[in-house]
């Protein structure tokens, strides 16, 4: 059982250029998430989605885009990258919106933009 | 405006004894609560949750314990072992308004726990 996978695990970036982390569950869970992490902070939500084509802004959504034409797969892409996107990534997914409903992670991805 | 703060950035503890985390947060109205573990190079793992209609919820050597006056929450691991060695995050599902499942964590606090 996968659970929640991410790809590329490290990635190191230019200023300005673009790319997509992919993110793909096998949980048929419907809701997922994108967070980010810097050192010694918490998680904080990019964008999160309640289904397929659902999608809506999370704390810090700026310099991010996403979409979610299926179930399984929420990528987030990164269009103009800057030093302030230099984070390690987190995808999640739960079966539900409840409060009471457990999140999944994915292991991560570290971005270092130069 | 941090509305869970963990105020601790780290803990060490002595493998056998109790490791206590704690969490404090801003708004009366959050009315369940939950603790991630984190191990380096992997994701967030579910813990151990706590509704506010409770005071204390317990699962083998995880506690948690709501203080809802005080605002305040915190994990006791006891026995605490060298596996327990992780950040732990206090996060809470509602915090924004309707929860759709998301979560607005603290900081962490790491957890050394030393043989």
């Known amino acids: 059982n996968a659970g929640v996978t991410q790809t590329p695990k490290f990635r190191i970036l230019k200023i300005g250029q673009s790319m997509t982390l992919q993110c793909a569950q096998d949980?048929?869970?419907?809701?997922m998430y994108w967070y980010r992490q810097d050192p010694g902070m918490g998680l904080k939500l990019i964008y999160y989605?309640?289904?397929?084509?659902?999608?809506d802004k999370g704390e810090v959504p700026n310099g991010y885009n996403v979409s979610r034409s299926t179930t399984e797969d929420f990528p987030l892409r990164l269009e103009l990258a800057a030093p302030s996107q230099t984070s390690v990534y987190f995808c999640?997914?739960?079966?539900?919106?409840?409060?009471?409903?457990?999140?999944?992670f994915g292991q991560g991805t570290r971005l270092t933009v130069v | 405006d941090q509305q869970v703060k963990q105020n601790s950035p780290s803990l060490s503890v002595q493998e056998g004894r109790i490791s206590i985390l704690n969490c404090d947060y801003t708004?009366?109205?959050?009315?369940?609560f939950l603790w991630y573990k984190k191990y380096p190079a992997e994701g967030p793992t579910f813990l151990i949750s706590?509704?506010?209609?409770?005071d204390k919820n317990e699962d083998g050597r995880f506690t948690v314990f709501l203080n809802k006056s005080a605002k305040h929450l915190s994990l006791h691991i006891v026995p605490s072992q060298p596996g327990d060695s992780a950040v732990y995050f206090c996060?809470?599902?509602?915090?924004?308004?309707?929860?759709?499942?998301?979560?607005?964590f603290g900081q962490g606090t790491i957890l050394t726990v030393h043989p």
């Open positions: 999640a997914s739960s079966y539900s919106g409840l409060v009471s409903t457990e999140a999944f």
């Open positions: 708004n009366s109205m959050f009315d369940y």
């Open positions: 996060a809470i599902p509602n915090a924004g308004g309707t929860s759709y499942g998301k979560l607005t």
């Open positions: 949980m048929n869970h419907n809701y």
């Open positions: 706590i509704s506010s209609i409770k």
């Open positions: 989605s309640v289904g397929a084509g659902i999608t």
